[in-house]
């Protein structure tokens, strides 16, 4: 189906729209949910209302959809400051995306990794 006038389009912008055949939503992926935990837990706007713990977690269930089994552990990997650059950049990317999971992020973040190698980090 499409959702514009072909009549109205250049030969250069059908040419454009028949080369681009992703998909338009993003998907809802542990990546692109620990984007969007990140990028809420950052701004500065949400700052007062994500001061109890409980309504962080309760956003991540209901805003985000991350399933309430996992909402901690979610949590405690969004606040991590010290890996939290690494893993933004990495979610950012369309692998990164697809590819993250919470407990292979958890593992890395609980064995302090930032203290072993901190020229990495």
């Known amino acids: 189906m499409d959702f514009f006038d072909r009549g109205s389009l250049t030969d250069d912008a059908l040419a454009y729209l028949r ?3 992703h998909d338009v939503r993003k998907p809802n992926t542990d990546g692109y949910m620990y984007f969007q935990g990140v990028m809420a837990w950052k701004n500065p706007d949400n700052a007062e209302r994500f001061l109890q713990s409980e309504r962080f977690r309760k956003y991540l269930v209901q805003v985000i959809g991350i399933g309430p089994d996992l909402a901690n552990r979610a949590a405690s990997v969004i ?4 890996l939290q650059d690494e893993f933004l950049f990495f979610t950012a990317t369309p692998y990164g995306s697809k590819h993250f999971q919470w407990s292979p992020a958890e593992k890395i973040m609980n064995s302090k990794f930032e203290s072993v190698c901190p020229f990495l980090v």
């Open 79 to 82: 606040k991590n400051i010290s």
């Open 19 to 21: 080369a681009k055949k």
